[in-house]
């Protein structure tokens, strides 16, 4: 069970966008920074969004973060096929003083 | 370029060592917060433990306190997690991530694969 919930998996169709949602509380989501990583099939994870919405270089901008509360969004927009893969929301957890990750999203462009 | 490099994983049998190491380079590495991740096949991310540049601040997942230790080189540019009593449930690809103030990690190792069966 992590402390960060996503949804196991999304869908949607190429050029469509999705929303990938990581829940929290305000020991982790609530007071610190949110981060998400895209993760290909036996390859290591890629920063994709930091400090809540920002993009590395490199990241197109079809991709975006944001935090509301104790929860998170990954958006992803003009969907590619090669965008399947999975998607991991991370921050920190004051309490716990750990660091902590969703479960994961698998994204399937049908 | 930021490269990182891990090595050290194999077979080993409940109960027993191992020691994990990560090169890194491209960065000063003294004064970057490093951390290692694992994730068993098939499930998602774990994160393990965490060192700050100076080696003052150490945190470990619950799942391996007392059994893992974190540690870095910072005349070799290296990490590294000694891993003791090792169990099954320990098996997975481990990887080694820099990490900044506001813990995002970036970049990532290959990864390196433990697997703990008798």
């Known amino acids: 069970q992590s402390v960060l919930t996503q949804p196991p998996s999304v869908s949607a169709a190429p050029g469509q966008k999705v929303t990938i949602s990581c829940s929290g509380s305000?020991?982790?989501?609530?007071?610190?920074?949110v981060s998400w990583y895209q993760q290909f099939p036996g390859t290591a994870p890629k920063l994709l969004i930091y400090?809540?919405?920002k993009r590395p270089s490199g990241i197109p901008d079809r991709f975006s973060g944001s935090k509301s509360g104790t929860s998170a969004t990954l958006g992803i927009t003009g969907l590619q096929t090669g965008d399947e893969a999975d998607y991991y929301c991370?921050?920190?957890?004051?309490?716990?003083?750990?660091?902590?990750f969703g479960g994961g999203t698998k994204l399937t462009v049908l | 370029e930021v490269q990182l490099v891990e090595s050290g994983g194999g077979l080993v049998k409940p109960g027993g060592s191992l020691r994990l190491s990560c090169a890194a380079s491209?960065?000063?590495?003294?004064?970057?917060?490093m951390n290692w991740v694992r994730q068993a096949p098939g499930k998602g991310l774990e994160w393990v433990s965490s060192?700050?540049?100076?080696?003052?601040?150490?945190y470990y997942a619950d799942s391996v306190k007392g059994r893992f230790t974190i540690s870095r080189d910072n005349a070799k540019n290296s990490l590294y997690l000694q891993m003791n009593s090792l169990r099954a449930e320990d098996t997975a690809v481990y990887y080694c991530?820099?990490?900044?103030?506001?813990?995002?990690?970036?970049?990532w190792g290959q990864g390196t694969l433990v697997t703990v069966s008798s």
């Open positions: 991370g921050t920190w957890d004051s309490s716990l003083s750990a660091v902590v």
């Open positions: 991530a820099k990490s900044s103030s506001s813990i995002w990690f970036d970049p």
């Open positions: 060192i700050s540049g100076s080696s003052i601040y150490i």
């Open positions: 305000s020991s982790n989501i609530g007071n610190n920074y």
């Open positions: 400090d809540n919405n």
């Open positions: 491209g960065f000063t590495f003294s004064s970057s917060g």
